[in-house]
């Protein structure tokens, strides 16, 4: 049986010792940054076992360094975590993957809310517009999730039949915060706190709230037309919880790696099967609650997250336990990310090229 890319790009780390790889992770890394700039935190667990765990850069303009406990925002990385929300409460019975939206929402036009499923949304094949295509860029104050559901409201129209075709949609996600919300009646920071991190231990994680302290926090940067570093930790939707608010560090999301291994909170594996929608662009690939993913029996993980000053990616195969966690607090900074891989695939067994075509689609 022919195996997924991904886990094929995993298979040379044990043919090099620890100490080789990490002199040449290490290289790839700091050859990226100089002194005094944002950073980079990089985690590599193949087999059950770290083989990689370090941070370089800058967390903010404070001159901290990197570490394992910096907490970096995880951009559309947050989607899994809205999706487990959801998973938990299906999984509690108080949904169905087969509700229409109008049980949720009495607002949107029901020309949309009856035709739109729960699954559509977690699956982004609802075809839900856009809320960045019709909000006001010229308001000063953020958007927060209910301002999506406001803009939402007024549209009548999809971009097709639900169910139809993959479309990648922040709005998806933002009404799946909302939907949490009004059915467990916690705030979704509320809901995340006791139901994901605290059984995970994730101690320091959260999500972003204007009024809330973030322990560790890293800042956004990002570069300009010359390459210069300018702060940018901040934009009119980074207020939305759903489709991209979580803070965690390296130390925290892997206990949520080995959540999802130990099959802690749900079967996630097991939920793929029944809830997935197959990817035309890129082949063999799925979109399933939070995830892409390759191979539906096997599954292999991905996601990416790209913010204002944020990049962020994430691989998880469980069947392996294997996962590569890739943070970065400096907007558009996938170079590193895709030496990295290169690196770890060494010397052409495998082409991580999915990966980046999976990427793209995020954006």
Not at 24 to 35: A, K, M
Request: hydrophobic letters at 35%; glycine letters at 6%.
């Amino acid at each position: 049986m022919k195996l997924p890319l991904l886990i094929l790009s995993i298979i040379m780390i044990t043919q090099s010792t620890q100490a080789q790889l990490e002199k040449r992770l290490d290289s790839v890394i700091t050859s990226t940054i100089q002194p005094g700039e944002p950073g980079i935190a990089l985690y590599v667990e193949n087999n059950g076992k770290v083989i990689y765990k370090n941070g370089f850069g800058l967390d903010n303009t404070n001159g901290k360094r990197i570490k394992a406990t910096t907490n970096f925002r995880m951009a559309s990385v947050s989607k899994q975590f809205t999706a487990m929300a959801i998973l938990l409460l299906e999984k509690d019975g108080k949904i169905s993957f087969d509700d229409p939206i109008s049980r949720f929402f009495p607002e949107i036009p029901s020309v949309v809310g009856n035709k739109v499923l729960l699954r559509h949304l977690l699956t982004h094949s609802s075809g839900i517009i856009d809320y960045e295509a019709i909000m006001d860029d010229s308001k000063t104050t953020q958007l927060l999730d209910a301002d999506v559901l406001t803009l939402l409201s007024k549209q009548d129209t999809t971009y097709f039949a639900p169910g139809s075709k993959f479309r990648y949609s922040n709005s998806a996600y933002a009404l799946l915060a909302l939907i949490t919300e009004r059915i467990s009646g916690q705030t979704l920071p509320g809901f995340m706190k006791e139901r994901i991190f605290r059984p995970l231990k994730m101690k320091n994680s959260l999500m972003y709230e204007a009024s809330t302290t973030i322990p560790n926090r890293a800042l956004g940067f990002a570069r300009d037309s010359n390459k210069k570093l300018y702060a940018n930790d901040q934009s009119s939707t980074s207020a939305v919880k759903g489709d991209g608010g979580v803070y965690t560090s390296l130390n925290d999301y892997s206990k949520w790696t080995h959540g999802i291994w130990n099959k802690t909170l749900v079967d996630l594996p097991a939920v793929l099967k029944k809830l997935n929608f197959p990817i035309k662009q890129v082949t063999g690939s799925f979109y399933g609650p939070g995830w892409f993913y390759f191979d539906k029996d096997q599954p292999s993980f991905f996601h990416s997250g790209s913010t204002c000053g944020f990049s962020t990616y994430s691989i998880n195969i469980p069947g392996t336990k294997t996962s590569i966690v890739y943070y970065s607090n400096i907007a558009n900074n996938s170079a590193p990310w895709k030496k990295i891989l290169e690196v770890l695939a060494s010397e052409g067994v495998a082409n991580p090229t999915q990966i980046f075509q999976l990427h793209e689609l995020t954006r």
